[in-house]
């Protein structure tokens, strides 16, 4: 297992954009990793939203698909998650998370989470 560490939360009015970075982007144990982001509201479960695997394929919930974008950088050594046309829904605690298995309802097999940073959108 390794340790994984979420920055870039914080507050940004409705509309407006954030950007998540998560490190380190790689997961080497196993052949066939994903790294993918959660979400988690006051009274809400925890919520699968963006995912992508050691081929870069990437899998979006519909809560987020065509606002969210998951990707990595060159040196894939730091996992980001862009956010825009945010709304107060959106409001969570996001997590950074690393496993097995991607698919549209986020990481199959979550072996590795990052300790979460507070994203708040005001309207």
């Known amino acids: 297992q390794v340790t994984l560490m979420e920055s870039g939360g914080g507050s940004v009015q409705a509309g407006g954009s954030l950007s998540l970075s998560c490190v380190p982007a790689?997961?080497?144990?196993?052949?066939?990793?994903?790294m993918g982001w959660f979400r988690q509201a006051q009274g809400k479960e925890r919520e699968g939203i963006a995912t992508?695997?050691?081929?870069?394929?990437?899998t979006y919930a519909n809560s987020v698909k065509g606002r969210f974008t998951i990707s990595k950088d060159a040196a894939k050594t730091t996992l980001y998650l862009k956010m825009s046309s945010l709304e107060p829904e959106d409001t969570a605690m996001y997590y950074c998370?690393?496993?097995?298995?991607?698919?549209?309802?986020?990481?199959?097999?979550?072996?590795?989470w990052g300790q979460g940073t507070l994203v708040t959108v005001s309207s």
């Open positions: 998370a690393a496993g097995r298995g991607c698919g549209s309802g986020g990481i199959g097999y979550v072996d590795v």
């Open positions: 790689v997961y080497t144990h196993t052949t066939s990793y994903c």
């Open positions: 992508i695997d050691n081929n870069d394929s990437t």
